[in-house]
C-alpha cells in the first residue's frame, strides 16, 4: 500500500525563516483543511525545534511526521564533521516525533546563477562518497533509530540515472535506501518505472512531483539551474506533467513494503493563497489513483 504525505515544500518553504514563505501554523492549519494527515520536517527551524511543543501542535491536529530531510557535503574530505553536526540535530528532533526515516540529499555541483561550482565525481569520488554515507546510514540508525533514504537531486551530485544507479551499487542496502523523487528523476532523464523495476528492495521512500517538459526544454536550453526552473514553475500539479503517476503508484503498490510516497511540489516562492488548492486537488487525484491517506 502507499500512503500519500504532504510536505512544507508544496507550500513554498525552502528555507528555517523566509518572509516569502507561508508560516508554519498556517502550514499546518492548511495541511489539515486539504486533507492530509501525514508530513515531513521540513528544513530544520521552520517548525518549532522544541520536541514537546511540536508534537503537541502536530497531534492536536491529527498529524503525524514521516521523515526529516537534510543535505550531505560527503564527497568533500572535510565533509564528514559538518555533515554530521547539521543532520544530527535534525535527526534527533524526528526520531523525537516517531518517524522513521531521514531523507539526505547531496550538495550541488551547480549554483543557483547556473555556474559550475564544484567537479563532477568520478568513479573513485563515487565509490568514495558511497561509503560515508553507508556511515553515515549506520549511526544514524544506531544512535538514532532512522532510515536513510537518499534523494537524488537535479543539479546535485547524484542527479541522473547513471549516478542514481551507481550510487546504489556503491551503498550498503542495510543502512542506504533511496528516496525516488519522481520528479527530479525525470527532470534528469531517468525513468521512475525502471528504477523501480531494477531495485525493488532499495526503494525506501518516496517523493511525487511532476516536470513540465516545455517549462525542462527551455532551462536545458539556457543552461539554468534547477533553482531558476523551479522559479519558472519547471514542477507542475498532477496529472499535467511527467512522470505520469498512477504507474509509478501501481508499481509501487506492487513493491513487498509499505511505502510512504510525500507530495513535494517545488513552488519557491509562491503565493500565500496558492498551494491550498492544489494540495487539495493534488490528493483528490492520488487517492483516484492508488494512493491512501492511511496505512
Excluded at 168 to 180: G, I, M, P, R
Excluded at 252 to 261: C, S
Aim: hydrophobic content about 35%; aromatic content about 8%; charged content about 25%.
Amino acid at each position: 500500500m502507499v500512503g500519500i504525505g504532504t510536505a512544507p515544500d508544496s507550500w513554498g518553504v525552502w528555507f528555517a525563516d523566509d518572509p516569502q514563505q507561508t508560516s508554519w501554523t498556517r502550514f499546518l492549519d492548511e495541511v489539515v483543511a486539504a486533507g492530509y494527515t501525514r508530513i515531513e520536517l521540513g528544513p530544520y527551524g521552520y517548525l518549532p525545534t522544541d520536541p514537546v511543543r511540536l508534537k503537541d501542535e502536530l497531534d492536536r491536529r491529527g498529524l503525524t511526521m514521516t521523515a526529516g530531510t537534510t543535505f550531505e557535503q560527503l564527497h568533500r574530505p572535510d565533509g564528514w564533521d559538518a555533515t554530521w553536526r547539521d543532520i544530527a540535530k535534525t535527526a534527533e528532533l524526528t526520531a523525537a516525533m516517531g518517524a522513521q526515516h531521514l531523507v539526505v540529499m547531496p550538495s550541488m555541483w551547480r549554483g543557483d546563477n547556473g555556474e559550475i561550482v564544484e567537479e563532477r565525481l568520478d568513479h573513485e569520488g563515487q565509490a568514495k562518497h558511497g561509503q560515508a554515507v553507508t556511515e553515515l546510514g549506520r549511526r544514524l540508525a544506531e544512535e538514532f533509530g532512522l532510515q536513510t533514504q537518499y534523494h537524488p537531486h537535479a543539479d546535485g551530485h547524484i542527479d541522473t540515472q547513471d549516478t542514481v544507479e551507481r550510487f546504489l551499487a556503491e551503498t550498503d542496502s542495510a543502512y542506504v535506501n533511496l528516496c525516488l523523487d519522481t520528479g527530479h528523476i525525470s527532470y534528469c532523464g531517468g525513468d521512475n518505472l525502471e528504477l523501480i523495476r531494477k531495485y525493488p528492495d532499495r526503494i525506501g521512500y518516496v517523493h511525487l512531483k511532476q516536470v513540465d517538459p516545455k517549462v525542462l526544454a527551455e532551462v536545458e536550453a539556457e543552461g539554468l539551474s534547477v533553482d531558476e526552473a523551479v522559479r519558472r514553475g519547471v514542477f507542475r500539479e498532477p496529472p499535467y506533467g511527467a512522470p505520469e503517476l498512477p504507474p509509478v503508484l501501481e508499481a509501487l503498490a506492487g513493491l513487498d513494503a509499505e511505502v510512504f510516497a510525500i507530495v513535494e511540489q517545488d513552488m519557491y516562492p509562491c503565493a500565500p493563497d496558492v498551494p491550498l488548492p492544489i494540495a487539495q486537488r493534488t490528493l483528490a487525484y492520488l487517492t483516484a489513483h492508488g494512493g491512501s491517506r492511511s496505512i
